[in-house]
């Protein structure tokens, strides 16, 4: 309900930025909403059918040109980057969804689709959260398929970690090595030397 009273507060707004703003509250409503329902952050899997249902229940006039406005004289910078520019994504996305809503995208027929949308039916939002539904295991797949790929990785990662300590290991034995071996040839010539210098001391 929070989240769709910022919706109708959107067209009520003059400045662009207060219009963002009411987007950004929007938003924020919703994200709380999934957090206390998932105990969890919520991901835009679960935010972005969310936020489509929020804008068919709120209607909210003149939408498409509250964007188009907005678009038009609120800062390129600020609304491309940040947390601003993350919902104001978001809600095009949803926009541009229900613009290009069709029967084929929802699984259903003609007939099904213009009673839902002639309101002569309640299972709109079961059709629509079906078809999120099957995109969202889609992305489940995905991101456990990258996430068996992001564990090999580690793997072959922590290998050659470990590789290298092993390297870096041997390197240093084998420098001590040699060290020793300098010192014990450097003190045998000593030694050497002296007797040497001794004989001839001797001779003389």
């Given at each position: 309900?929070?989240?769709?009273?910022?919706?109708?507060?959107?067209?009520?707004?003059?400045?662009?930025?207060?219009?963002?703003?009411?987007?950004?509250?929007?938003?924020?409503?919703?994200?709380?909403?999934?957090?206390?329902?998932?105990?969890?952050?919520?991901?835009a899997?679960?935010?972005?059918?969310?936020?489509?249902?929020?804008?068919?229940v709120?209607?909210?006039?003149?939408?498409?040109?509250?964007?188009?406005y907005?678009?038009?004289?609120?800062?390129?910078?600020?609304?491309?980057?940040?947390?601003?520019?993350?919902?104001?994504?978001?809600?095009?996305?949803?926009?541009?969804?229900?613009?290009?809503?069709?029967?084929?995208?929802?699984?259903?027929?003609r007939?099904?689709?213009?009673?839902?949308?002639?309101?002569?039916?309640?299972?709109l939002?079961?059709?629509?959260?079906?078809?999120f539904?099957?995109?969202?295991?889609?992305?489940?797949?995905?991101?456990?398929?990258?996430?068996?790929?992001?564990?090999?990785?580690?793997?072959?990662?922590?290998?050659?970690?470990?590789?290298?300590?092993?390297?870096?290991s041997d390197?240093?034995?084998?420098?001590?090595s040699?060290?020793?071996?300098?010192?014990?040839?450097?003190?045998?010539?000593?030694?050497?030397?002296?007797?040497?210098?001794?004989?001839?001391?001797?001779?003389y």
């Amino acid at each position: 309900a929070l989240a769709q009273y910022y919706l109708l507060e959107m067209s009520k707004k003059r400045s662009p930025h207060d219009k963002v703003g009411c987007i950004v509250l929007c938003c924020k409503a919703l994200y709380e909403l999934l957090m206390v329902a998932n105990s969890n952050e919520a991901g835009a899997d679960e935010f972005l059918p969310m936020l489509i249902y929020s804008i068919i229940v709120a209607a909210p006039s003149n939408l498409h040109s509250t964007i188009q406005y907005i678009d038009r004289f609120y800062p390129p910078d600020r609304l491309s980057s940040g947390e601003t520019g993350y919902n104001f994504t978001n809600m095009c996305c949803a926009i541009q969804f229900l613009e290009s809503l069709t029967p084929a995208k929802l699984s259903l027929s003609r007939e099904e689709y213009e009673r839902y949308m002639d309101g002569h039916s309640s299972h709109l939002e079961e059709a629509m959260c079906n078809k999120f539904a099957s995109g969202l295991l889609d992305n489940i797949a995905k991101a456990k398929e990258c996430e068996e790929k992001l564990k090999q990785l580690q793997g072959y990662q922590t290998k050659l970690r470990d590789n290298t300590e092993k390297l870096r290991s041997d390197l240093e034995k084998e420098k001590t090595s040699f060290l020793k071996s300098v010192t014990d040839v450097r003190s045998k010539y000593s030694m050497v030397n002296v007797e040497v210098n001794k004989i001839l001391n001797d001779e003389y």
